[in-house]
């Protein structure tokens, strides 16, 4: 009998955040990923900074190699990500320009990356982040050098480079209350109406095992009431939301993430099938989870442990489709 995998027991694509250093230099990790998910995400490799380091140089080394071993292991690519706020090279965030070269250093890296990755990578989060907490557009330098309509563009770009990709606008906090939520399903929803080539909306849920169940399920649910697809492209559940350094894993506390997770999964399967793109964690384990040092604390947000082990988060993923 075959061992129960993720991959194997969703009934939608499973994906995990892949740190290159790690697949390239531990084999523990490699095999996990090889033997657990069905998709991958760059968690790094193929943002702006990492790829296109000076204004004339591009670097795809750390993505050619995770697109390399996703093909060698039959797994799909979902890009991460063609704009963001964050993870620019100094060249950009120094750039001076008309308004005119902005746009052009906007559509040459949109259309440089998609070209480079066309039929390699099956969809992009085009967009990252551009709405901000309170519901207003986010004031990035994408904002302040091109305007609000840079987003429209942005997805035209990648359609015109690769017209087969699935595009995605990618952001967090749709769980966090209507505010933020709202903007971001009027933005798509504008977005579609005006004949924008978007296919999807990335829910990343950074979320924490204190989230309500309500907003869980309002996320998800309202989300899919655009009729796009929805990928819920980050998912990490923080059990340490209130950064208390003494704080150690418990397994009460691995019982209610089990929970969580269960009931992500239960009502992201409750969605119409056509519009399920999957669920991807971001990492693998607790050692490689982001949380930990951006937040300087103790936590555990995975389904695996820094044992490479399953958690009980593991199984409450599984339980969310029985
Ligand atoms: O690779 C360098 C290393 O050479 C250097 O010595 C070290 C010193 O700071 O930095 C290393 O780069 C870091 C990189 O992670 C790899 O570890 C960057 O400083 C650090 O900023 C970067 O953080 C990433 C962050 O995005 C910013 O790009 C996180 O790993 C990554 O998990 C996080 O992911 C984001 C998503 O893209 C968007 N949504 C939120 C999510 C979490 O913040």
Redesign the pocket.
Known sequence: IAETTLQATLPFPMGAAVNVSLLKSNSNYRNLVVKEFNSITA??AM?FASVHPSKDVYNFADADYLVDFAKANGKRVHG??LNWY??LPDWVTNFQGTTADWENLLKTHIQAVVSYFKGKVVSWDVV??AIDEDGTMRNSIWLQKLGADYIGRAFQYAHEADPDALLFYND?GHEFGPTKRIAILNLVTSLKNKGIPIDGIGL?M?TRVTQSDANLASAINLAAATGLKIHIS?LDIALNPDNNQALTYTSALGEQQAVKYKFIVKTYNAIPKSQQFGITT?NVTDADS?IPS?YNRPDWPLPFDAQYQRKAAYQGILDGVK
């Open positions: 968690e790094n943002k991460h990500t964050k993870s990252n982040e967090y990343q950074h980050e971001w982001w951006n």
